[in-house]
C-alpha cells in the first residue's frame, strides 16, 4: 500500500469519526427543532444532556480532516475549495450559527429563562450544515468536478444543485436525525416514556433513510454512472452490507434493544461511507485527479503521519477524559432561578 493511500486512509477515518459524533450531534438539533407533544420540554432537556458541555469537541474531527487534507493532498483540496465554496460556506455558517445558538440558549436560560429564537437558529443550522455537507459529497462523487491537471474547469454550481445531490442532502439529514435518534433511546433508559418518543423517530428516521437511501442509488445509475459501477464493482461488499444491516438496525429499534441499536446504526453509517470510499478508489476528484497524483511529496505526508500519530496520543485520552469528567453536564438543562 502507498504513502499516499495510508494517509487518505487516516484522513476518511477522521471523516468517519466526524460523521458518528458530530453527525449525532447535528441530529440532536434537528429533534430539538421538531420536539413536539406534551413532553417537548423534556425531549429537549434530554437532547441538551446527551450532548453534554464537550459536543463541540466532535469538531476536532474535522478540523484534523481539512488540515490534513490541505496537506497532503493541496491541489485536490485547491479544486475543491473552489469548486464547492457554496456548500462549504453554508455548512460552515451554519456550524458556527448552531454552537453560537446552543451556548447563548443555554447561558440565556440560566440566566433569564428559556429564549425561544436561539432555539429556533440552534434547529434550522442543524439542518442546514449536514445538508451542505452532503451535497458537497455529491457533486464529488458524481465526477461533476472537473479538473484536468488540476485546473478547475467547472462552474461553482456543479454537482451538489443536481437531484442527486438534493437526495443526498436529505439523506443527510436523515442519518444524523437517526443517529441522535438511537443515542438517545439509551440516554434515557431510565425514562420510559421519553424513550418511547425517541424510539417512534428513530423508527420514522431509518424508513425516510432507506427510502432516500434507495432512491439515491437509483438516481446514481442515471447521474452519476461511475459511482454506480464503483458501488456494484469494488464498494459491492460494504453496499450489501449496508443494505442488510438496515432491517436489523431497525429491528433493534422496534424490539427495544436500544444499545444494539445504536451500534448498528453506527455501522450502517460506516458501510455506507466507506463504501463510497471504494467506489471512488483510486480518485480524490474523479475523474481527473487521483490519490497519487495529487499527493504531496513523501516527506510531507511522512511529516504528516508522524504529527497524526503523536498527536494521537495526546488526543484520545485528551478526548475520554473530557467525556468522562463532564458528560451531562450541561447548563442548558439548568432550571434554576436566575443568578443561580
Not at 458530530?22 to 430539538?32: N, P
Request: include cysteine.
Amino acid at each position: 500500500m502507498s504513502l499516499p493511500t495510508v494517509v487518505a486512509g487516516v484522513l476518511w477515518f477522521s471523516l468517519t469519526a466526524y460523521a458518528v459524533l458530530a453527525g449525532a450531534d447535528f441530529g440532536g438539533g434537528v429533534w430539538d427543532f421538531f420536539a413536539s407533544g406534551p413532553r417537548a420540554a423534556r425531549q429537549r432537556d434530554a437532547i441538551a444532556r446527551a450532548m453534554g458541555p464537550v459536543w463541540e469537541a466532535n469538531h476536532v474531527w474535522l478540523i484534523l480532516m481539512v488540515t490534513g487534507f490541505f496537506t497532503a493532498f493541496p491541489r485536490a483540496f485547491g479544486v475543491l475549495a473552489m469548486a464547492l465554496y457554496g456548500p462549504f460556506t453554508l455548512a460552515l455558517i451554519g456550524i458556527v450559527l448552531r454552537g453560537a445558538a446552543f451556548a447563548f440558549r443555554a447561558h440565556g436560560r440560566q440566566a433569564v429563562g428559556p429564549i425561544s429564537p436561539w432555539g429556533v437558529v440552534f434547529g434550522i443550522a442543524s439542518l442546514v450544515a449536514p445538508a451542505a455537507l452532503a451535497s458537497a459529497a455529491a457533486a464529488v462523487a458524481s465526477g461533476a468536478i472537473r479538473a484536468p491537471g488540476g485546473r478547475l474547469e467547472t462552474g461553482f454550481a456543479a454537482g451538489w444543485t443536481t437531484a442527486l445531490a438534493a437526495d443526498l442532502a436529505l439523506l443527510g439529514i436523515g442519518l444524523c436525525a437517526y443517529l441522535a435518534a438511537t443515542y438517545l433511546l439509551v440516554e434515557t433508559e431510565t425514562e420510559p416514556d421519553l424513550q418511547a418518543d425517541f424510539r417512534q423517530r428513530a423508527a420514522w428516521a431509518a424508513v425516510v433513510s432507506g427510502v432516500l437511501a434507495l432512491v439515491g442509488l437509483l438516481l446514481a445509475a442515471e447521474q452519476a454512472p461511475g459511482l454506480w459501477h464503483g458501488l456494484i464493482g469494488r464498494g459491492l461488499p460494504l453496499l450489501v452490507l449496508a443494505l442488510i444491516n438496515g432491517p436489523l438496525a431497525l429491528w433493534a429499534v422496534l424490539r427495544h434493544r436500544p444499545r444494539w441499536a445504536r451500534i448498528a446504526v453506527v455501522a450502517q453509517v460506516v458501510f455506507v461511507l466507506w463504501a463510497w470510499a471504494l467506489a471512488q478508489w483510486p480518485y480524490v476528484v474523479p475523474p481527473d485527479l487521483t490519490i497519487s497524483e495529487s499527493a504531496a511529496p513523501a516527506s510531507t505526508l511522512t511529516a504528516l503521519l508522524i504529527t497524526l500519530l503523536a498527536g494521537g496520543m495526546v488526543l484520545a485520552p485528551s478526548l475520554w477524559i473530557l467525556l468522562r469528567v463532564f458528560k451531562g453536564r450541561n447548563p442548558a438543562v439548568e432550571q434554576g432561578p436566575p443568578g443561580r
